[in-house]
């Protein structure tokens, strides 16, 4: 009884498991990666850009992504000929090419811009917009399948292009 007690609160309030599904995170993670998601971090500091996150799909809460954290609250992410940037105010804080779509939006309080790794295939916030912070469930945190990629996983942004 005390270990179902344990695991449901470890569960619940702190890791979850999350596999991966389809070809948007990729070369970084593969359809059928299997995750630990940290579910605490986010509770004592916030999002930074690079972070790898699972949060619940804005217009379906029911449905899960992985997507990587581009732009952060306050700051204004442009998608436009083939390459994104975030500005704050008119300085450039990020840039990079290998970016298919548009788009133009001014985050807002606790909202963050979020892209998969494989740009050019990938269902995120130049199709639907930012992601509130409240449909963050956590962040990657290790890799744990397959066994020959056992590991913490990368909060790097890789360059594109």
């Given at each position: 009884?005390i270990?179902?007690?344990?695991?449901?609160?470890i569960?619940?309030?702190?890791a979850?498991?999350?596999?991966?599904s389809?070809?948007?995170?990729?070369?970084?993670?593969?359809?059928?990666?299997?995750?630990?998601?940290?579910?605490?971090?986010?509770?004592?500091?916030?999002?930074?850009?690079?972070?790898?996150?699972v949060?619940?799909?804005?217009?379906d809460?029911?449905?899960y992504?992985?997507?990587?954290?581009?732009?952060l609250?306050?700051?204004?992410?442009?998608?436009?000929?083939?390459?994104?940037k975030?500005?704050?105010g008119?300085?450039?804080?990020?840039?990079?090419?290998?970016?298919?779509?548009?788009?133009?939006?001014?985050l807002?309080?606790?909202?963050?811009?979020?892209?998969?790794?494989?740009r050019?295939?990938?269902?995120?916030?130049?199709?639907w917009?930012?992601?509130?912070?409240?449909?963050?469930?956590?962040?990657?945190?290790?890799?744990?399948?397959?066994?020959?990629?056992?590991?913490?996983?990368?909060?790097?942004?890789?360059?594109?292009?």
């Amino acid at each position: 009884m005390i270990s179902l007690v344990t695991v449901f609160i470890i569960r619940t309030f702190v890791a979850q498991p999350f596999l991966v599904s389809g070809a948007s995170m990729e070369p970084n993670f593969q359809d059928g990666n299997y995750l630990i998601i940290d579910e605490v971090t986010y509770r004592f500091r916030e999002p930074e850009r690079g972070e790898v996150v699972v949060f619940r799909y804005p217009k379906d809460p029911s449905t899960y992504f992985i997507k990587r954290i581009i732009g952060l609250p306050g700051e204004r992410a442009v998608v436009d000929n083939g390459a994104v940037k975030i500005y704050k105010g008119s300085k450039i804080l990020f840039e990079e090419g290998g970016t298919s779509g548009s788009a133009d939006v001014t985050l807002g309080a606790n909202q963050y811009f979020v892209l998969g790794d494989n740009r050019y295939n990938s269902f995120d916030s130049r199709s639907w917009g930012a992601v509130s912070k409240k449909y963050l469930v956590g962040i990657a945190r290790v890799r744990v399948f397959p066994i020959t990629e056992l590991g913490i996983v990368n909060h790097e942004i890789l360059k594109n292009g």
